[in-house]
């Protein structure tokens, strides 16, 4: 089962706007990261937060952690319509090697 | 710019055919990850490599799937006897951190789209 849901699963707004994702996750994390993919395409990573960091910036992107909530949010500012694809957040956990994903929340950004 | 490669990028078979997917990693990456993405979903984890020993494999990985990655440089993924439900896209990731892969970040290939008919 996939964990890591992202809130709202579809999101749209205007060029210029801010667009807030949030993700949940249920069991302890050692780091969440998240993606971007543009349609039919791969993904691209964005940030990577470690369970002991509660923000993190990269460029118009900011990303927060609260643990005790187990949830995370990513703040895309003065989106562009170049922002339009689907976001997923990814945990890793535990001693395992692989990333579990949300099913992902798609922005679409209008000119 | 050598980023993660994907070989083929479309795949169309029938029912029952058997596949072979190619992935090349970024040089010198040692840890390479299989997953599998159905459409509207995030993707799944299938199986990791790290230099040619398979560490890590999901249940979803049934006994009609094999995953090699022969003197850990590019890697295979085979599907025998496809069914319509192998349908979907298989992203191949690479990375080379320290700490373990999911410790850093994932670098992604363009995947292969496969069409089961």
């Known amino acids: 089962s996939q964990q890591g849901e992202e809130d709202p699963q579809a999101l749209s707004i205007q060029e210029g706007e801010n667009a807030t994702m949030n993700c949940s996750y249920k069991?302890?994390?050692?780091?969440l990261q998240w993606y971007r993919q543009n349609s039919g395409r791969g993904l691209v990573h964005l940030i990577l937060?470690?369970?002991?960091?509660r923000e993190k910036h990269s460029g118009r992107l900011r990303v927060t952690l609260d643990t005790s909530k187990k949830s995370s949010s990513l703040l895309i500012t003065a989106s562009r319509a170049a922002d339009t694809a689907s976001y997923f957040c990814a945990k890793s956990q535990g001693g395992s090697e692989k990333l579990v994903f949300g099913k992902g929340m798609k922005l679409t950004v209008n000119p | 710019d050598t980023g993660v490669s994907q070989d083929p990028r479309h795949k169309i078979t029938k029912r029952g055919q058997n596949v072979t997917f190619r992935c090349d990693p970024i040089s010198e990456h040692n840890r390479l990850y299989w997953y599998r993405q159905t459409l509207g979903q995030g993707p799944e984890f299938l199986t990791y490599?790290?230099?040619?020993?398979?560490?890590?494999k999901s249940r979803l990985l049934s006994d009609r799937f094999s995953a090699e990655r022969p003197k850990g440089s590019f890697s295979t993924l085979e599907i025998q006897r496809t069914e319509q439900g192998d349908s979907a896209m298989y992203l191949c990731a690479s990375t080379d951190g320290p700490g373990g892969g999911s410790y850093n970040e994932q670098f992604f290939g363009p995947g292969t789209r496969l069409t089961v008919l």
């Open positions: 490599f790290q230099n040619e020993a398979q560490l890590e």
């Open positions: 937060i470690r369970s002991n960091e």
């Open positions: 069991t302890s994390i050692n780091n």
